[in-house]
């Protein structure tokens, strides 16, 4: 027969609490904290022990568990700004992503623009920076878009360029113009 001992009963009594937590909709990271910390120092006796126990807890669950934290702090970040817009009065908004399908003919674009000598920045140092270092990529279809994991340092703004192409682009298929036609570039 198995022996149930105080390590197992605190450890049910932790689990149950961060149960009730998450039910209340309230954040389990102190529960789960303070039951690893209570965990360790009945096993060992020592609370340095579990201090470092939970040390080591710690830094398992970001080594592993960071991409997901990532990924759900940009879906809850994305939720709150549509709701804001909404708030707002925006009616529409439309979300663009860095893969080929979003930025390739952008990429195309921006290159034939580049190799023309057609596009200014205003000497800007920072866009200049960030396109030293850009590495793009080529699919099979001739699409160009930004590597990310290649490139040497940020390239956000290049990135944020080719959407902002992409969009003009698309605003010009569907009006058969470009507002500049019309009119010159507005400076803030």
């Given at each position: 027969?198995?022996?149930?001992t105080?390590?197992?009963?605190?450890?049910a009594?932790?689990?149950?609490?961060?149960?009730?937590?998450?039910?209340m909709?309230?954040?389990?990271?102190?529960?789960?904290?303070?039951?690893?910390?209570t965990?360790?120092?009945?096993?060992t006796?020592?609370?340095?022990?579990?201090?470092q126990?939970?040390?080591?807890?710690?830094?398992?669950?970001f080594?592993?568990?960071?991409?997901t934290?990532?990924?759900i702090?940009?879906?809850?970040?994305?939720?709150?700004?549509?709701?804001?817009?909404?708030?707002?009065?925006?009616?529409?908004?439309?979300?663009?992503?860095?893969?080929?399908?979003?930025?390739g003919?952008?990429?195309?674009?921006?290159?034939?623009?580049?190799?023309?000598?057609?596009?200014a920045?205003?000497?800007?140092?920072?866009?200049?920076?960030?396109?030293?270092?850009?590495?793009?990529?080529?699919?099979?279809?001739?699409?160009?878009?930004?590597?990310?994991?290649?490139?040497?340092?940020?390239?956000?703004?290049i990135?944020?360029?080719l959407?902002?192409?992409?969009?003009?682009?698309?605003k010009?298929?569907?009006t058969?113009?470009?507002v500049?036609?019309?009119?010159?570039v507005?400076?803030?």
């Amino acid at each position: 027969m198995v022996e149930l001992t105080a390590a197992h009963w605190i450890y049910a009594l932790f689990i149950i609490l961060v149960l009730v937590t998450m039910a209340m909709r309230k954040d389990t990271p102190v529960v789960c904290i303070v039951g690893s910390f209570t965990l360790a120092w009945v096993i060992t006796g020592d609370v340095v022990k579990a201090v470092q126990a939970v040390f080591n807890a710690v830094s398992v669950a970001f080594g592993e568990l960071l991409g997901t934290v990532l990924i759900i702090s940009l879906i809850v970040s994305m939720a709150k700004m549509l709701e804001e817009c909404g708030l707002a009065g925006v009616r529409g908004v439309i979300i663009i992503s860095a893969g080929f399908k979003e930025v390739g003919e952008e990429g195309v674009e921006l290159e034939r623009l580049v190799l023309g000598r057609k596009l200014a920045h205003g000497d800007n140092p920072v866009l200049t920076w960030m396109a030293d270092n850009l590495i793009a990529r080529t699919d099979p279809a001739g699409n160009i878009k930004p590597d990310k994991e290649r490139s040497k340092e940020k390239i956000d703004g290049i990135v944020a360029l080719l959407m902002g192409l992409g969009w003009a682009m698309r605003k010009q298929t569907e009006t058969g113009h470009s507002v500049y036609d019309s009119r010159d570039v507005r400076r803030l």
